[in-house]
Structure formats: structure tokens, C-alpha cells
């Protein structure tokens, strides 16, 4: 066994969080996940191989002042990974920015007082550092989102403002661990649980109908399994330090589809339309005010643009290598027919 103090994760329920815990147990690690129900509640945690053994669930909200000072007790290290990650939410500062920001200060302030803590790895996202691809800018962590708001991209605002929040609490408080982000890209691949990540819900989006035609958009994607990695590889290199921006590869939407039709899913709502023109962008824009709020922003926001990313930094520090995302994108898909995610078009 690799040490005898627990590993905290925050939000062990989630998408990315389930796939730390499975990735740390593996490993050899002792683990203690906050969820927020009674441990009966996750069976896909506590039947992983060695949960019984090393995995310990505890409760704690991200809004509740002191809840998390239980969870980080004894614990060298901590991720941090709850958060609501949502959008075409009803109300941005109570459903989104609250919870990320409160939750944010609640953990940090319990790993100072739990005393023990050596290194905090964050979880924040390429929503911390653009919320809008520009044709000119090859995107590295250097850059911060300066453009969300309540609001514009709501949930890209609280991400920042989080991100924003833990890197101020290191620099004005001086605390005995250090901080290390991770900032992920569009997150996809197989789910531990039943539930439907917001992420892999675009894709069974874009195979539903959902929207008119093939949009000239491109997405950073990477697989969850690699951004549990990612996590890890973090925690474990002591020279870690600062954001790391976690993407495979950028993917226009118009290989999505090929690759999908290509694939044997063509039983499936796939787009057919072609407006990747100029013509059909500005269509697009038009369109856009027709989807959810949210939804409809990004597509104004970011279609007739190309999103470029720089990963050398994780590669280079971290040793970080990356599963092609045409893989990924494949078993997500089977993935999602498994749970019952996609129907066929009558
Ligand atoms: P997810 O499956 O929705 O997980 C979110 C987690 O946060 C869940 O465990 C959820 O608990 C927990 N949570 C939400 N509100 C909470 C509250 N008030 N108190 C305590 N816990 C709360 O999403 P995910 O994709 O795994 O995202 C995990 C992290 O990665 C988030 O910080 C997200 O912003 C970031 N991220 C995700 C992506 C992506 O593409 N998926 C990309 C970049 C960054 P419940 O299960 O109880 O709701």
C-alpha cells in the first residue's frame, strides 16, 4: 500500500470524482470521498475492487460552513472536485456560483485546520481560462477567462471565480499545503454510474436531433479516465505546480459525425445538414436564440471559431499522455447504449 493516510475527494459521486476513486484504489490508495447521501446510495463506489477495504464515504455540502473538516481530517492529500457543473440553470448565483465559490473557501479553511494537508489538487477547467476560442490565440494556462459573468456563461463564471478564490487563499494565507488545478477540457468517456455527465449529454445530443445541422465547432476533449490520471500524476509529483491544462485533442464537429457515421451509428439522429459555411454559421447564430439560454450563448460564442490548445505543460511536467480521442468518443458512445442513454430514430 502506497500511504496509510486517506486520499479526500470531494464530490466522489460525480463523473470525473467516481474515476479518481476507482484509479486511486487501484493504485493501492486508502480513500475518503464526500457524497451527499447515505453510502447506499453509491453502489458503483462501494463495489469497486478494495472499497471495502480502503474506500470510506463521508457526507458533506459544499454550502455548509465547517462540513468538510471531517473529510480532510489525516489527509495529505486532498482533490477537490465538487461542483456544480450544469448549464440553463434557472438561477446562476444560487444553482452555480454559491455552491463553487462557497465551496471553494469551505475546503480550503478546513485543510488549514485539519493541519496535515501537504497539497490540494483542484479541479477547475478550460472554463477558468476561456469561455470563447479566438482564431489567434493557441490557449495555455497562462490565460484566464476575464469575459463570463452571471450573466454570460454562467457556469464558466463560476468556475473562474472559484479557481480565481483558491489561488488568492494560497497567496493571502499562506497555508502549509500547496495548490495544483487541473484544468479539463470537454470531459467524456465511459460512466461508472447511470447518471448522464453534461459533457457525454452533448454527444447524445448531437446523436438525437437535437440540433439542425453540422455547426462549424470544434471542442478540446479528453477522457475521463486521463483526467483521473491527470489527478494523480498531480498529487504524486512533488514538482507539480500551478494550472495544467488537461486535453488530448481539439475535434471539429463535422469529424464527430463521420467518425460516428462511420462507426455504425447512423441508427442514431446524426446531423445531416452541413452548416460549417460562413453561410450556415450565421444561420446558426439566428437559430441559437431558439435552444436554452445557455446553450444558445455558447453557439453565438464560439461557432465560425476555432479552439486551439497548448497540453505541452502537463506533458512535459506531469509526463501526461493521452488516449486519441476518437477511441474515447467511441466508448462513450457504447457506453451510453449500454445505459440506455441513446434511442434509435423511428
Ligand atoms: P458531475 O458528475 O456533475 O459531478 C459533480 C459533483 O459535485 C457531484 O459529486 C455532485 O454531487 C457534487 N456537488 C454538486 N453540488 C454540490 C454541493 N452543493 N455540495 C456537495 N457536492 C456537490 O460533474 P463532473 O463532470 O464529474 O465534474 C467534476 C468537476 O470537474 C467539476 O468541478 C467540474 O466543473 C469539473 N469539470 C468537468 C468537466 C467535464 O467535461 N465533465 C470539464 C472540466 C471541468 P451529487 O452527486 O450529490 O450531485
Not at 473538516?69 to 495529505?76: I, M
Not at 439542425?212 to 514538482?239: C, Q, S, T, Y
Request: with cysteine; net charge positive; glycine share 6%.
Amino acid at each position: 500500500m502506497k500511504t496509510i493516510t486517506p486520499i479526500c475527494v470531494t464530490g466522489a459521486s460525480g463523473f470525473i470524482a467516481a474515476h479518481i476513486v476507482r484509479e486511486l484504489l487501484g493504485r493501492g490508495y486508502r480513500v475518503r470521498g464526500t457524497v451527499r447521501k447515505s453510502a447506499e446510495h453509491y453502489p458503483f463506489l462501494t463495489n469497486l475492487p478494495s472499497a471495502k477495504e480502503r474506500l470510506e464515504l463521508v457526507k458533506a455540502d459544499l454550502l455548509t460552513a465547517g462540513a468538510y473538516d471531517r473529510a480532510v481530517e489525516g489527509c495529505d492529500y486532498v482533490m477537490h472536485t465538487a461542483s456544480p457543473y450544469k448549464i440553463n440553470v434557472k438561477n446562476p448565483l444560487v444553482d452555480l456560483v454559491d455552491p463553487a465559490l462557497l465551496g471553494t473557501k469551505n475546503i480550503l479553511k478546513s485543510c488549514v485546520q485539519a493541519g496535515c494537508v501537504k497539497r490540494v489538487i483542484f479541479t477547475s477547467s478550460i472554463a477558468a481560462i476561456t469561455d470563447e476560442p479566438e482564431s489567434h490565440t493557441v490557449f495555455t494556462e497562462k490565460e484566464w477567462n476575464i469575459t463570463s459573468s452571471l450573466e454570460r456563461q454562467p457556469y464558466q463564471y463560476s468556475k473562474t471565480l472559484a479557481e480565481r478564490k483558491a489561488w488568492d487563499f494560497i497567496m493571502q494565507k499562506h497555508p502549509a499545503f500547496d495548490l495544483v488545478s487541473i484544468n479539463p477540457v470537454m470531459v467524456i468517456g465511459p460512466s461508472l454510474s447511470r447518471s448522464l455527465n453534461t459533457t457525454n449529454a452533448m454527444i447524445r445530443d448531437i446523436m438525437s436531433g437535437v440540433y439542425p445541422g453540422i455547426m462549424d465547432l470544434n471542442w478540446g476533449f479528453v477522457d475521463v479516465r486521463d483526467v483521473a490520471k491527470a489527478h494523480i500524476l498531480a498529487m504524486e509529483n512533488d514538482a507539480a505546480s500551478g494550472r495544467y491544462l488537461c486535453s488530448a485533442e481539439t475535434m471539429h464537429m463535422r469529424d464527430i459525425v463521420a467518425l460516428l457515421k462511420s462507426s455504425g451509428f447512423s441508427k442514431y439522429a446524426l446531423p445531416k445538414l452541413d452548416l460549417s459555411s460562413k453561410a450556415g454559421s450565421l444561420l446558426m447564430k439566428v437559430l441559437s436564440f431558439t435552444q436554452p439560454r445557455d446553450t444558445g450563448m455558447y453557439i453565438r460564442l464560439n461557432v465560425g471559431r476555432t479552439m486551439r490548445l497548448d497540453n505541452s505543460k502537463i506533458k512535459r511536467e506531469l509526463g501526461m499522455s493521452f488516449m486519441p480521442v476518437k477511441e474515447s468518443l467511441l466508448e462513450t458512445v457504447k457506453d451510453m447504449e449500454r445505459w440506455g442513454h441513446l434511442v434509435p430514430k423511428s
